[in-house]
């Protein structure tokens, strides 16, 4: 079993987004992780930073720190990711799903991307602690 | 993400070049918005080289589909790689868009 645990913080705001992605997906190139579910942790972690880039914050300057962990073998793995800022408190949890039976006309525009990461990952949580929200997500792999 | 755009009669096709994440999104928007007007009838976009699409990407083809409606039109997503349609099948893009 193979085990590596990184961090990056950087400012909360869109010009961070490919440093972010980009922190994702070296850290994952070095595992048994598959190319598909690397995008998907990816496109995840871009959809919860932009929320925080985007209303955490408010006009104020501010940070997040993304902590990732994974361990590994050949054919099986599992990552952890935590996302933390000392904004607002916001549960983006909460907000409810879009309802992606409509047509396109009918089709609100928001709620897409956490409803993606619901979706996606095998686990999504969110705390506020110590003043900072915590958002924490977890998706596991097997190689057949 | 580079865009290019071909225009033939009423025909119009957008190739994406690359991820359409969130910040490459308000590129397309804009392209979007300044080309499908009056006397388009058809929009073609062809995704054969994107390997990305965030939700906000996904909003900008959501907004596509809504004007060529609006214009009595048609769209169709061509070339969408396997990875990328996952995406449109899990947000129910996939019921609403037409693919080729």
């Keep these: ?144 | 993400m580079e865009i290019r755009k071909m225009q033939e009669g009423k025909g119009l096709i957008m190739e994406i070049d690359g991820r359409l994440d969130t910040n490459a999104a308000p590129k397309l928007l804009e392209e979007i918005n300044e080309s499908l007007k009056e006397g388009v009838g058809s929009f073609v976009l062809d995704m054969k080289n994107c390997d990305y699409v965030a939700s906000s990407g996904l909003r900008v083809i959501l907004n596509a589909q809504k004007k060529m409606n609006a214009l009595h039109g048609t769209m169709v997503v061509k070339n969408v790689i396997n990875d990328v349609m996952e995406v449109f099948e899990m947000t129910g893009f996939a019921d609403i868009l037409t693919f080729e």
């Design chain 1, 1 to 144: 079993m193979e085990k590596q645990e990184r961090k990056l913080t950087v400012d909360a705001t869109l010009t961070s987004l490919d440093e972010v992605v980009g922190f994702v997906e070296d850290s994952l190139s070095t595992t048994s992780c598959p190319m598909k579910l690397t995008m998907q942790v990816a496109l995840c972690i871009e959809e919860l930073f932009v929320n925080v880039a985007s209303y955490a914050y408010e006009n104020r300057q501010g940070v997040c720190t993304i902590r990732l962990e994974t361990q590994h073998t050949d054919t099986d793995g599992i990552v952890f990711i935590e996302l933390t800022d000392s904004g607002k408190p916001f549960n983006p949890l909460e907000k409810e799903d879009p309802d992606i039976t409509l047509s396109a006309d009918e089709r609100e525009i928001g709620g897409l991307g956490i409803y993606m990461v619901k979706k996606s990952m095998d686990q999504v949580t969110y705390d506020y602690c110590n003043q900072k929200n915590v958002l924490r997500l977890e998706k596991s792999w097997h190689i057949a």
